[in-house]
């Protein structure tokens, strides 16, 4: 199965230029007018990507998500909900790499079958990584009116939660 997906991108290039060359397509020169018609894109995404990954790197590094966390902590535990599913489930829509470190540790601490390895990777899959998808997206195309579609999309990010929270008792 390695070997199968180490030689799939090779697989597909060398299909594309096999048809490409089928089409009497001069590959190396299309390759070259799509970097160029990419690069602008690039230049425009990145003020974008740069301003959201130093949002949320003061947001980490201040220690305010910590303060945060152990003021809900009380409430998670009246509710009986796993306060330690907090950080993903807050965490995800800010930064899907950071949520799936917190879920890569939470494998670690409590192991994969664990109900709370269960719950955090149901959040995981279910929610989406709202902050950066508006950021970058629509910072790229120059939107600026972004809040309906932030809330909308915490709003369904919380209900994703939430659903999680009923559905995973149910079936683990």
Avoid: C, H
């Avoid at 740069?50 to 966390?69: P, R």
């Avoid at 939660?161 to 683990?172: E, N």
């Amino acid at each position: 199965m390695k070997m199968a997906s180490s030689l799939f991108i090779p697989i597909l290039v060398l299909v594309i230029i096999v048809y490409a060359a089928y089409k009497k397509v001069n590959v190396y020169d299309s390759f070259v007018s799509g970097a160029k018609e990419g690069l602008p894109m690039v230049k425009s995404m990145f003020f974008s990507l740069l301003a959201m990954i130093f949002g949320v790197n003061i947001f980490l590094k201040s220690g305010v998500i910590n303060y945060f966390f152990d003021f809900l902590r009380p409430l998670l535990l009246f509710i009986n909900i796993p306060a330690e599913i907090l950080p993903v489930a807050i965490m995800r829509p800010l930064s899907g790499s950071f949520g799936l470190a917190l879920l890569n540790d939470m494998y670690k601490v409590y192991g994969p079958d664990s109900f709370i390895s269960l719950l955090a990777s149901v959040i995981q899959g279910s929610s989406d990584t709202t902050i950066y998808v508006i950021t970058l997206y629509f910072g790229t195309i120059g939107i600026k009116k972004i809040k309906y579609a932030l809330w909308v999309g915490l709003l369904t990010d919380l209900f994703m939660v939430i659903v999680a929270l009923i559905l995973v008792p149910l079936f683990f």
